[in-house]
């Protein structure tokens, strides 16, 4: 069983920076896919980023540019820093894993859950 618990996020205007964190167990075979996904009220979640077991990132096309995902395979963390945000931004923000299979941007497809955290961004 993998345990996620996530810390970090906050609230902060635009144009400012966040990192969130998300700190994992029984990662030490290093071939689980992380991601970041994000729900805003009354919407679904939704895929911000990911990171391949071997090391290859992938975005949400607004993440791009402003965040960059990395993983710490020996003090089992994934993390998320996040910069230019905007209010759209605003969001509740998970962190994921995913056992099986390659980069999904489909939350379904993710097999553990941390928190989550709560992100919101001023104007």
């Known amino acids: 069983q993998v345990h996620l618990v996530q810390s970090g996020g906050g609230s902060v205007e635009a144009g400012g920076s966040l990192r969130l964190s998300c700190d994992g167990s029984?990662?030490?075979?290093?071939?689980?896919?992380m991601g970041w996904f994000r729900q805003a009220p009354g919407k679904e979640r939704e895929f911000v980023a990911a990171l391949s077991s071997g090391g290859f990132a992938f975005y949400e096309d607004s993440a791009k540019v402003r965040f960059s995902i990395d993983r710490d395979v020996v003090k089992n963390t994934v993390s998320l820093d996040m910069s230019s945000l905007k209010p759209e931004d605003t969001a509740v923000y998970y962190c994921a894993a995913r056992r099986f299979g390659g980069v999904s941007r489909r939350a379904t497809d993710y097999d553990y859950w941390g928190q989550g955290t709560q992100v919101t961004v001023s104007s």
């Open positions: 029984h990662w030490t075979d290093g071939t689980y896919v």
